[in-house]
């Protein structure tokens, strides 16, 4: 018998001054037995950063060739792609074709060897972004995950300060490719 997924119910109040974007995010985000709860809260990081209005998690870890976020229009193409981690690079150039703008949130102890080895392949894509999520800060926020998270966003000139339980912390992002923001 498979297990099933956790879920947790998610409210972030954003003030993304960077891209002039205030919102309050009500979700629900289901964590798929295999995933990690650093690649969890990466993914919910990647919403609140990209977030727009008809923005959403796909099926997740086990749906094949979607990412993990996408917004599309009203034909049904997607506009916005949303990737976190390490993906297939020859996959993710593929996907990129089909869509206006790609964002990938990459993270990881051995992000640096990983971007080293797609760095060049990537920056190819003319409509994909990639960013580095510091992973000493996801970490920071999988010691004190809870089935409900109740984050307070504000981000500015590319630094992140994510208010929770009572502590703020934060970090940069690090731009590594692709337009910006």
């Known amino acids: 018998?498979?297990?099933?997924?956790?879920?947790?119910?998610?409210?972030?109040?954003?003030?993304?001054?960077?891209?002039?974007?205030?919102?309050?995010?009500?979700?629900?985000i289901a964590q798929h037995p295999s995933e990690t709860s650093e690649r969890l809260l990466a993914r919910l990081l990647a919403?609140?950063?990209?977030?727009?209005?008809?923005?959403?998690f796909t099926k997740?870890?086990?749906s094949g060739d979607e990412p993990d976020l996408w917004s599309k229009g009203p034909d049904g193409r997607v506009q916005l792609w949303v990737?976190?981690?390490?993906?297939?690079?020859?996959?993710?150039?593929?996907?990129?074709?089909?869509?206006?703008?790609a964002f990938l949130f990459t993270f990881g102890a051995n992000v640096s060897r990983w971007l080293t080895q797609h760095q060049t392949k990537l920056a190819q894509v003319k409509n994909l972004t990639v960013i580095c999520i510091d992973f000493d800060f996801l970490r920071q926020l999988c010691d004190k995950l809870e089935r409900v998270i109740n984050w307070s966003i504000t981000v500015t000139e590319g630094n992140i300060y994510l208010t929770y339980d009572g502590q703020t912390i934060e970090t940069s992002l690090e731009h590594i490719c692709g337009p910006h923001r």
Do not use: F, N, W
């Open 83 to 101: 990737e976190v981690g390490q993906p297939d690079p020859e996959r993710l150039a593929k996907s990129c074709r089909h869509v206006e703008r």
């Open 1 to 28: 018998m498979a297990l099933p997924s956790t879920i947790y119910r998610a409210s972030v109040q954003l003030s993304d001054l960077d891209r002039q974007v205030y919102a309050d995010i009500q979700t629900t």
């Open 47 to 56: 919403l609140s950063l990209c977030y727009e209005e008809d923005l959403a």
């Open 60 to 62: 997740g870890v086990g």
